[in-house]
């Protein structure tokens, strides 16, 4: 069994900070320190995209458009994931998912919906 839950989501204004968490169960995170770790995102009418994702090595990689403003974190002994998310604009508005990265068939939680507005 996979779960993956996130939380954290909500209403901010624009220029607002917001923090994300997701955490992970089942077997499939038996090894959880050694999996790619991710927040993905899809808008209304869009395809979902990965943000942001983070490796066991530590390396981490973003889309451009959050570089510099979002930040992907871990606690493999919690089996955590987080994404801390300042300078939010409008169009960052989604729904956020924690999920696995590089794998052959990848998992992701029901997703965390996020709205950045005045």
């Known amino acids: 069994q996979v779960q993956l839950v996130e939380s954290g989501g909500g209403l901010v204004q624009p220029g607002g900070s917001l923090r994300l968490s997701c955490a992970a169960s089942g077997s499939t995170f038996n090894f959880f320190s050694i999996l790619v770790m991710a927040w993905y995102r899809q808008a209304p009418g869009k395809q979902r995209e990965l943000v942001a994702e983070?490796?066991?090595?530590?390396?981490?990689n973003y889309v451009d458009s959050v570089k510099g403003r979002f930040t992907i974190s871990r606690d493999n002994a919690k089996k955590m994931v987080y994404l801390q998310m300042n300078s939010l604009k409008p169009e960052d508005t989604a729904v956020y998912y924690c999920g696995t990265s590089r794998l052959p068939v990848n998992y992701w939680g029901q997703g965390t919906q996020v709205t950045v507005s005045s």
């Open positions: 983070l490796a066991s090595s530590g390396t981490t």
